[in-house]
């Protein structure tokens, strides 16, 4: 049996706005091919203000298919439609306290409904934009679709860059063997060989060993100073603090955050906090800050966790 | 009112005189079989009495042709590694496209390794086609692994022909009978079939006790080598308590074996012409005819499964689904899809079976309780008009998929 919370159970046992609406002005049919489930939106908008008076859904799906369609009915009534379209796929999985990861398709699934219906009221053509493969990594909630193009895109070559790049993988670690096989595919089709990682200690140098630029965290980044050599302590701090602001969307993303503790010379102690503190991946989003850093300063900077620091 | 369990192709409850006798040999009887000394010994003696009621079950000519093991899943691993290990030479293995995920993922995996693997496809109503079957057999093939009985529909399949059909090439032949042992009579010994597969918790044995069948003579390489427990074949210290248990249910279940083709069967057949006769649109899955007594399948038309035994279960009735949502991986089930089953029916499937502990009466409720989950259901679905499915209803509704 999943894990629902009482909210998806709730509305799954009483749904609301079930059926279709009478005089509907905008109308949207999605589908969740890895499910089979689909579903009908049907809206009714006013014209002058675009303010949506009516919603109302009908699902061919399971329980939790059945109680995201009537979470997103009950959070877009009232909303004018570009309000409306703001929700995300996160927002209906937190308006039900949570979907089990491989749910969360659901809750997609409501999403998109929203964008064609819109897109149906608004007189132009949806086409969905993304793909949905299966589950490969559980903990996370990623599917092989976004497994495979990641590792296509970037080149990637073993278990643990796929971990950075996407997560998947990086919590209980049971679809490394997946992840391996996906591997072995895509880099067979690009004239490579997969070769495993080695294990235990010799494994743990090897990652070590490599250089932090696996992180790929998107933020725009200050234009790389000739040098930063003539700036003050103050002036430089100011600057590290920029790139540190840079980076905090893609951390908040993931409920972590940084703070910045102190600079010492070429050395920058930072703390992780959130769920970045104590994750398994710190080390690759302390390697990832660095490269910011000393692409931002265009000198050569150490990043180290505060922990770390001398004792004054 | 106690809630109602038909999901018995899933588990059975464990017998409560099953339990009793399973219990001195958590505490007074937790010798070592292997053991010497008497607390070692009173349990060999237990366990040689539990190999001999399983082998009365089975048909089997001799007690040492009963290998115990942890589960169904094992046995049939160990079957099927085993065949592929006894002759290097053979890469070939003929199964079918409805086996159940015990051997289905284990060839798959080998597949990798570089075995070809024959899947028999299934017609409408999932029985096999033997012409195929005979053209596949030849030198090549290692192993044949089919169930006897389907878990999801309770088809039966024609497996000791096809046993003997493949004894006659040359062909080791095993067959995963977990759902089969204890509703159909079976002979090993007037068969060909060379290994069989049982689960114990699926005749009111607990859980984590299985059985390997391996006829005598035949060539066999174990899967778990080290210590010397059952002669060799199955390294690592018997699960005493639970194999007891195995051994009484193997006795209870023989001479139940009539109630559950009489009783049990009828039950089942009046809660089919019960169901269908209330809710329009839904069908009866697999070979009817031919099937397990007490499996039913039903397809409910344009809605979806685990949204059923959600509702069902609200209701205290407990039933399994075909429909992709309500296992773990998402996939829709590989039985459904392989009959033809269309895709606004297989994802509607539920599955009750029944058990010699259900009641008439039971059967009434269920057949009250389900037209109205079924009629809530379909008022929620797309495919569905005031009083039956919208016109069309493949057009009517065309969703753009993801």
Not at chain 1, 129 to 141: N, R
Not at chain 2, 321 to 348: D, N
Request: hydrophobic share 40%; with cysteine; charged share 25%.
């Amino acid at each position: 049996m999943w894990d629902y919370s009482e909210k998806v159970k709730e509305h799954f046992y009483n749904p609301k706005n079930a059926g279709a609406v009478a005089d509907a002005n905008g109308v949207g049919d999605v589908g969740s091919i890895s499910c089979g489930d689909a579903l009908r939106l049907t809206l009714k908008v006013d014209p002058e203000t675009e303010i949506i008076l009516d919603a109302g859904f009908q699902t061919f799906g399971c329980g939790s298919a059945i109680a995201s369609s009537s979470a997103l009915t009950e959070m877009v009534k009232g909303k004018t439609l570009d309000e409306a379209l703001l929700i995300s796929n996160q927002d209906i999985a937190d308006f039900l306290d949570g979907l089990p990861p491989e749910k969360m398709h659901c809750s997609v699934m409501g999403r998109e409904a929203l964008q064609a219906a819109v897109a149906n009221y608004r007189g132009e053509e949806w086409s969905d934009d993304h793909e949905e493969g299966a589950l490969v990594c559980k903990c996370f909630a990623i599917d092989e679709v976004m497994v495979r193009d990641t590792i296509k895109a970037n080149n990637l070559s073993s278990v643990e860059e796929v971990t950075n790049y996407t997560k998947a993988g990086g919590g209980c670690s049971s679809c490394h063997e997946a992840i391996e096989n996906l591997l072995t595919e895509e880099m067979a089709a690009r004239g490579e060989t997969f070769v495993p990682a080695a294990s235990g200690k010799k494994k743990a140098k090897k990652v070590e060993k490599k250089k932090p630029d696996l992180v790929e965290i998107e933020a725009p980044v200050a234009k790389p100073a000739a040098a930063s050599a003539g700036l003050t302590l103050v002036q430089r701090i100011r600057k590290i603090e920029d790139v540190l602001e840079a980076m905090r969307p893609a951390l908040r993303a993931d409920n972590g955050d940084v703070e910045l503790v102190d600079v010492d010379g070429k050395t920058v102690y930072v703390n992780l906090v959130g769920a970045c503190s104590g994750c398994q991946m710190a080390a690759m989003t302390l390697g990832g800050i660095q490269q910011k850093l000393i692409e931002a300063m265009g000198e050569f900077i150490k990043v180290i966790p505060a922990s770390e620091r001398p004792a004054a | 009112m106690s809630d109602i369990y038909l999901d018995n192709n899933a588990t059975t409850k464990v017998d409560p005189a099953i339990v009793e006798a399973m219990l001195p040999f958590f505490t007074e009887q937790f010798g070592n079989p292997s053991s010497l000394h008497s607390f070692g010994n009173k349990v060999g003696m237990a366990l040689k009495k539990a190999r001999g009621q399983v082998q009365k079950i089975l048909g089997a000519e001799h007690d040492s042709e009963i290998i115990f093991t942890s589960c169904g899943s094992e046995s049939d691993s160990t079957a099927i590694l085993s065949a592929l290990k006894a002759n290097p030479e053979r890469k070939e293995i003929i199964t079918t496209v409805v086996e159940h995920p015990a051997v289905l993922n284990l060839c798959e995996y080998l597949e990798t390794e570089g075995y070809t693997v024959h899947k028999l496809k299934v017609d409408s109503k999932g029985r096999l086609d033997l012409d195929e079957y005979a053209k596949l057999l030849s030198d090549d093939v290692a192993v044949v692994s089919v169930m006897w009985a389907n878990n999801e529909t309770g088809t039966i399949f024609p497996v000791e022909k096809m046993a003997e059909m493949a004894d006659e090439a040359g062909v080791l032949f095993h067959t995963d009978a977990v759902q089969a042992v204890g509703k159909i009579p079976m002979n090993l010994q007037d068969t060909a079939i060379h290994m069989l597969s049982l689960s114990g918790h699926k005749l009111h044995a607990p859980k984590g006790v299985g059985v390997l069948y391996l006829k005598r003579g035949t060539r066999f390489r174990p899967l778990l080598r080290g210590g010397h427990q059952e002669r060799g074949r199955r390294a690592g210290t018997e699960n005493s308590a639970s194999i007891i248990g195995l051994g009484l249910a193997c006795e209870q279940a023989m001479e139940h074996m009539e109630f559950e083709n009489v009783q049990v069967k009828a039950m089942r057949d009046r809660l089919q012409e019960g169901i269908l006769a209330a809710v329009p649109n839904a069908f009866p899955t697999g070979d009817v005819d031919n099937r397990l007594p007490n499996t039913l399948n039903i397809a409910f038309e344009y809605i979806e499964g685990e949204a059923i035994l959600l509702l069902m279960n609200k209701m205290g009735i407990a039933a399994s689904s075909g429909s992709a949502c309500t296992s773990g991986s998402l996939e829709p089930s590989h039985v459904m899809k392989a009959m033809g089953i269309p895709y606004t029916a297989a994802h509607g499937t539920v599955r009750f079976s029944l058990s010699r502990y259900n009641t008439m009466e039971e059967i009434e409720r269920v057949i009250e309780a389900v037209p109205p989950i079924v009629a809530k259901l379909r008022k929620l679905s797309p495919y569905w008009g005031e009083n039956g499915p919208v016109e069309n209803p493949e057009q009517a509704f065309a969703p753009v998929y993801a």
